[in-house]
């Protein structure tokens, strides 16, 4: 089965770091890139960036570069989202998602989506 | 980068009723337009992309038009599971950003 399994939901305090993950299955991992989209509670969907596992290039939205940081590991097809100072405002759904084919794809839809981790910043 | 804004926010309808989303782009992005629906608690399902070609699986009621910076989404005949948050998407570049979203009420 085609798939995304995303790593379970997290608690953290404000100033904690964080690593979730994004395991793809079923497919030609290293073949697509694959997204980040951050969704903060009663809110829109946000396009944070993405990585092509086959030779870890990446790309970030301005809003997201310098916040996160985006990495995988095609040994495990496994993509990781990563924080190294959360703040409050970080709290929100996070979706994982297959982006284009290619190592051109960095312009493209999400096709298969991850069921998404809350991330929960709370003192 | 490119902007997308959607009309309306709320759009209240009631089965079997026709119903429109509009997005716009802050500049043209061709015909490269996704569309999303998100129900509550769940990720979100590609409907519609290259802004008229519909994904495998979805019902044919759905139908997009546009190109350039103007784009329709259209249930031709609303049904109960149609309700929903209803997302379009610009992959003209990236970042490609998302639409604030038309929430569907039936």
């Known amino acids: 089965e085609v798939q995304l399994v995303q790593s379970g939901a997290e608690v953290k305090k404000p100033g904690e770091s964080l690593k979730i993950s994004c395991k793809g299955s079923?497919?030609?991992?290293?073949?697509?890139?694959i997204g980040w989209v951050r969704q903060m509670p009663g809110k829109g969907l946000e396009w944070m960036g993405i990585?092509?596992?086959?030779?870890?290039?990446?790309r970030y939205s301005p809003s997201f570069q310098g916040q996160v940081n985006i990495s995988v590991d095609k040994s495990i097809n496994t993509a990781y989202l990563r924080w190294t100072s959360l703040k409050a405002s970080d709290t929100a759904m996070y979706y994982c998602?297959?982006?284009?084919?290619?190592?051109?794809?960095?312009?493209?839809?999400?096709?298969?989506w991850g069921r998404g981790t809350l991330v929960t910043v709370s003192s | 980068d490119i902007q997308m804004t959607q009309s309306p926010s709320t759009l209240s309808a009631s089965v079997g009723d026709r119903v429109t989303f509009t997005c716009r782009a802050s500049?043209?992005?061709?015909?490269?337009l996704a569309w999303y629906q998100q129900k509550p608690g769940i990720a979100p399902k590609l409907l519609i992309y290259?802004?008229?070609t519909l994904e495998n699986g979805v019902p044919s009621r759905f139908s997009g038009t546009g190109s350039g910076t103007e784009f329709t989404l259209t249930i031709s005949s609303l049904q109960p599971d149609d309700f929903g948050i209803y997302y379009c998407?610009?992959?003209?570049?990236?970042?490609?950003?998302f639409g604030q979203g038309t929430r569907l009420e039936i």
């Open positions: 990585i092509y596992p086959g030779d870890s290039d990446s």
């Open positions: 290259k802004a008229s």
């Open positions: 998602a297959r982006h284009g084919p290619g190592p051109q794809g960095t312009a493209w839809y999400f096709d298969l």
């Open positions: 500049q043209s992005v061709s015909d490269l």
């Open positions: 079923g497919y030609s991992f290293t073949s697509y890139w």
């Open positions: 998407q610009h992959y003209d570049s990236d970042p490609c950003s």
